[in-house]
């Protein structure tokens, strides 16, 4: 079959600025990206591409003609010349590519994020929320062309260094992504000579959640693929889930429905109404002098807990009211200290596990809905998508002895046991010891935010 050589002009905007170009109507996106690259002075590789003729990113190596590209299209590029400079991650392994027991190694497929100073805070944060599926399948397939009415400019260029994090082993230099941040948080982006002023890894992740809850409502995402419709089902699962449950409703917010959980508070026994509630995106967990283990304390805070109430001794009771697909797990430990003024850490061990069940930490409510979600018709076997358990999939580390000094790193899992450790630039494979070793107790680094994914999410 001969090629179609025809020529189609398009419509490329790239910062709101327009630029006219002539690709043929055969080509790949990525003849888009070799087009508009003089006009906007990045390279081709680090743009990312949007289409009002479909919905998420477009992969460069697809033809034009699947996302219905033809003459005067309008297109939108995202992309910096700090991304444009996509090297191959420094990918540590043996050299002959055997494991300890001379068997084939399996590749380490992970991409960096480069530190352009002081800024490995931001990095780790970016590299543990690129490990949650189905919100990195929401900004790399499922926003819209479209303007969003929240930090539009921050969301695409969190979608281009996906698209870079995505890719096989390459580096991603944040710099476009901490400006545009810095634009809507001045007082953790501060630049200083020779990079940035340290901050905290999880409060920026934090507020960085912050932001995505307002841009991504559910009521704005699309589905043109596959992977789209996975996720979009799921989020609606999700919903009708809360939703059945009493007091419940659906959640706007993509952010809300992935990480947001509800914890209820009862006084001295469970009644028929909490006393209170609370949503939160991350269940902090103290050091206390008893417990030395994340089960342990979730026993002591998720139990009776003394408390007191106008002078007088009570019990509280919590319980999670509903879980998300993504928990993330604070392990506080940086305290403020008053004679330094500033938090220092607690590195004592405390250890966490690889998989933790929380359906004991259930309200009763909860649990029906799990178990009811348990039981298929017919007599099936159980679905897991009932069940409460959680494996670890991201752990943020921190060596130092402030919260706002020292270097933080990320741990993933890759894929099924293989993890790797995620420091700036360079990415190493790890063993699952390695990750035991986080629990601390000595001066290294020491596990300091924990996300933990549902294992029926099965994206």
């Given at each position: 079959?001969?090629?179609?050589?025809?020529?189609?002009?398009?419509?490329?905007?790239?910062?709101?600025?327009?630029?006219?170009?002539?690709?043929?109507?055969?080509?790949?996106?990525?003849?888009?990206?070799?087009?508009?690259?003089?006009?906007?002075?990045?390279?081709?590789?680090?743009?990312?591409?949007?289409?009002?003729?479909?919905?998420?990113?477009?992969?460069?190596?697809?033809?034009?003609?699947?996302?219905?590209?033809?003459?005067?299209?309008?297109?939108?590029?995202?992309?910096?010349?700090?991304?444009?400079?996509?090297?191959?991650?420094?990918?540590?392994?043996?050299?002959?590519?055997?494991?300890?027991?001379?068997?084939?190694?399996?590749?380490?497929?992970?991409?960096?994020?480069?530190?352009?100073?002081?800024?490995?805070?931001?990095?780790?944060?970016?590299?543990?929320?690129?490990?949650?599926?189905?919100?990195?399948?929401?900004?790399?397939?499922?926003?819209?062309?479209?303007?969003?009415?929240?930090?539009?400019?921050?969301?695409?260029?969190?979608?281009?260094?996906?698209?870079?994090?995505?890719?096989?082993?390459?580096?991603?230099?944040?710099?476009?992504?901490?400006?545009?941040?810095?634009?809507?948080?001045?007082?953790?982006?501060?630049?200083?000579?020779?990079?940035?002023?340290?901050?905290?890894?999880?409060?920026?992740?934090?507020?960085?959640?912050?932001?995505?809850?307002?841009?991504?409502?559910?009521?704005?995402?699309?589905?043109?693929?596959?992977?789209?419709?996975?996720?979009?089902?799921?989020?609606?699962?999700?919903?009708?889930?809360?939703?059945?449950?009493?007091?419940?409703?659906?959640?706007?917010?993509?952010?809300?429905?992935?990480?947001?959980?509800?914890?209820?508070?009862?006084?001295?026994?469970?009644?028929?109404?909490?006393?209170?509630?609370?949503?939160?995106?991350?269940?902090?967990?103290?050091?206390?002098?008893?417990?030395?283990?994340?089960?342990?304390?979730?026993?002591?805070?998720?139990?009776?807990?003394?408390?007191?109430?106008?002078?007088?001794?009570?019990?509280?009771?919590?319980?999670?009211?509903?879980?998300?697909?993504?928990?993330?797990?604070?392990?506080?430990?940086?305290?403020w200290e008053e004679q330094a003024q500033r938090r220092l850490k607690i590195n004592r061990r405390f250890t966490f596990?690889?998989?933790?069940?929380?359906?004991?930490?259930?309200?009763?409510?909860?649990?029906?809905?799990?178990?009811?979600?348990?039981?298929?018709?017919?007599?099936?076997?159980?679905?897991?998508?009932?069940?409460?358990?959680?494996?670890?999939?991201?752990?943020?580390?921190?060596?130092?002895?402030?919260?706002?000094?020292?270097?933080?790193?990320?741990?993933?899992?890759?894929?099924?046991?293989?993890?790797?450790?995620?420091?700036?630039?360079?990415?190493?494979?790890?063993?699952?010891?390695?990750?035991?070793?986080?629990?601390?107790?000595?001066?290294?680094?020491?596990?300091?935010?924990?996300?933990?994914?549902?294992?029926?999410?099965?994206?």
């Amino acid at each position: 079959m001969s090629k179609d050589n025809t020529s189609i002009t398009l419509q490329v905007y790239f910062n709101g600025s327009p630029h006219t170009i002539t690709v043929n109507a055969d080509d790949n996106v990525s003849a888009v990206c070799t087009a508009v690259s003089p006009f906007v002075g990045v390279n081709p590789d680090a743009l990312c591409v949007f289409s009002e003729t479909w919905v998420g990113a477009l992969s460069h190596s697809s033809p034009l003609k699947c996302f219905r590209i033809h003459d005067n299209t309008r297109l939108y590029c995202f992309g910096s010349n700090g991304v444009a400079a996509v090297m191959r991650a420094e990918v540590n392994e043996t050299t002959d590519g055997l494991d300890e027991k001379g068997l084939l190694k399996e590749e380490v497929v992970a991409s960096g994020v480069e530190n352009i100073g002081n800024t490995c805070f931001f990095g780790a944060a970016l590299q543990c929320l690129f490990r949650c599926t189905v919100l990195r399948t929401v900004l790399l397939y499922m926003l819209p062309a479209r303007s969003l009415e929240h930090c539009d400019l921050f969301v695409r260029a969190l979608t281009s260094s996906f698209h870079i994090l995505d890719k096989k082993q390459t580096t991603v230099n944040p710099k476009e992504l901490l400006t545009l941040f810095g634009t809507l948080h001045p007082s953790l982006i501060r630049p200083q000579l020779g990079g940035y002023t340290m901050q905290d890894a999880q409060e920026t992740l934090s507020q960085i959640l912050n932001d995505l809850s307002l841009a991504l409502p559910v009521s704005s995402l699309g589905v043109m693929n596959t992977a789209g419709h996975l996720a979009k089902d799921y989020l609606e699962l999700r919903n009708a889930m809360l939703s059945s449950l009493e007091n419940g409703r659906a959640e706007n917010s993509v952010v809300d429905c992935l990480f947001n959980m509800k914890i209820e508070y009862h006084t001295d026994e469970i009644g028929l109404r909490p006393d209170s509630t609370d949503s939160k995106y991350f269940l902090s967990i103290n050091l206390t002098d008893k417990c030395y283990s994340l089960l342990d304390q979730l026993d002591k805070e998720m139990g009776e807990e003394e408390i007191t109430i106008n002078g007088e001794q009570h019990k509280r009771i919590s319980r999670f009211s509903f879980l998300p697909p993504y928990l993330f797990i604070v392990i506080n430990r940086f305290l403020w200290e008053e004679q330094a003024q500033r938090r220092l850490k607690i590195n004592r061990r405390f250890t966490f596990p690889f998989t933790i069940d929380l359906y004991r930490y259930c309200s009763a409510g909860l649990q029906a809905s799990l178990d009811s979600l348990a039981t298929e018709p017919e007599g099936k076997p159980a679905s897991t998508i009932g069940s409460a358990d959680y494996s670890l999939v991201s752990v943020i580390a921190h060596h130092g002895l402030s919260a706002d000094s020292g270097h933080y790193i990320t741990f993933s899992r890759i894929k099924d046991n293989l993890w790797a450790k995620l420091n700036d630039a360079n990415v190493t494979e790890v063993t699952a010891d390695d990750i035991e070793a986080l629990a601390g107790g000595s001066p290294t680094f020491v596990a300091y935010v924990l996300l933990y994914e549902y294992t029926a999410i099965g994206l």
